[in-house]
Structures are given as structure tokens and as C-alpha cells.
């Protein structure tokens, strides 16, 4: 097969074309492109989205079923990280750290569905009280004591931001999980 400076050329524009076709549109002009489409295309889109990964279709549940009453969603929530803390393999800490990584991966995903401060620092505590309840030596592995800081340092700049009477509410309780860290 011979490669002539011809066809190499013509390769690599082609190349270059379909990879400047690939680059996703802005989130602007994804808006502009949403709002001049029909009801029924709107319709169509969202279920085209919600086929092809499940992170889109529980998105689409919060935001249509469980976002008018976020205490039940926080309770619903907080039932499932029990659940998930009551599985934990803590055979070795190896596996229990590995466990303890996919239950926090799955608050983070609630708390990006949910949006809202006072949920992320409800969760965020939650999670850091099950783990102090599990009984696992976790303060004996310092990536573990690392995880766990990193979420009351994530709490107190959530707390930031929260209205006063609601910071104060959180205060007590994140100061309880600060000493129990030492």
C-alpha cells in the first residue's frame, strides 16, 4: 500500500474535521438549541437521555418526583446510606475502605442531585456519624482519617454559606464528629 503526501493530507484534514464535529456544544447554546424546541421534541430528548445512563434517569426522578419535599428525600437518603453501612465487608480494612469509598461516592451523587447546602451538610454528617457508629478502625488507616477530614472540611465550607439560625443547628453536631476524629 503506498502513502502518498496526497492521501496522508487529505487523511489528516479528515481527521481534523470530524474531531472539530465531535466537540459538544455550550451549555448557552444547548439553552438557545432547548428553547426553541417543541413540547414533544423536549419529550423525546428527555427520554432519549434518560435511556442510556441511569445517572440521567435518577437525575430526572429527583428533579420530577422527590424535589418538592426534600426531607423525604434526605430520609430516603439516609435509609439507604444505613443500608449500605450495614453491608460493609469488614473482613480486612482493605475491604471495608473500599466499601466506605462506594457509599460516599453515593452521597456525592445525592448531594449533586439535591443541589441544596443544608442537604449536602445533613448527608455529609450523616455519613461521617455512620462511619464513627460502624465500628471500623478507620482512624487506624490514614487514607481513611484523610477521607474523613476531607468531609468535615467539606461540611464547615458548606456551613459557610448556610443562614445562620441553620449553621447553628449544624455547629454542635460538627464539632461532636471534629473531636470524635481526633
Avoid at 500500500?1 to 496522508?8: A, R
Avoid at 432519549?48 to 422527590?66: A, D, G, H, Q, S
Avoid at 418538592?68 to 482493605?94: C, H, P, Q, W
Avoid at 457509599?103 to 461521617?128: A, M, P, Q, W
Amino acid at each position: 500500500m503506498v502513502h502518498g503526501f496526497l492521501g496522508l493530507s487529505f487523511l489528516h484534514s479528515s481527521v481534523a474535521y470530524l474531531c472539530e464535529r465531535m466537540k459538544s456544544a455550550s451549555l448557552s447554546e444547548l439553552k438557545k438549541a432547548l428553547k426553541i424546541c417543541s413540547e414533544e421534541q423536549l419529550v423525546e430528548t428527555a427520554l432519549r437521555l434518560i435511556k442510556y445512563k441511569k445517572e440521567n434517569k435518577e437525575l430526572l426522578t429527583y428533579v420530577l418526583f422527590e424535589s418538592g419535599d426534600e426531607a423525604a428525600y434526605i430520609r430516603g437518603v439516609k435509609l439507604e446510606i444505613e443500608t449500605l453501612f450495614s453491608e460493609i465487608n469488614d473482613d480486612t480494612l482493605y475491604w471495608a475502605k473500599k466499601s466506605i469509598r462506594k457509599i460516599l461516592r453515593h452521597v456525592n451523587k445525592h448531594i449533586r442531585y439535591s443541589g441544596i447546602k443544608s442537604t449536602e451538610v445533613d448527608l455529609r454528617i450523616y455519613f461521617c456519624q455512620c462511619l464513627n457508629a460502624s465500628g471500623i478502625p478507620f482512624r487506624s488507616s490514614t487514607t481513611m482519617m484523610n477521607l474523613y477530614d476531607g468531609q468535615l472540611k467539606k461540611v464547615s465550607q458548606a456551613m459557610e454559606v448556610l443562614h445562620e439560625d441553620l449553621r447553628f443547628d449544624f455547629k454542635k453536631t460538627w464539632e461532636d464528629l471534629l473531636a470524635c476524629g481526633l
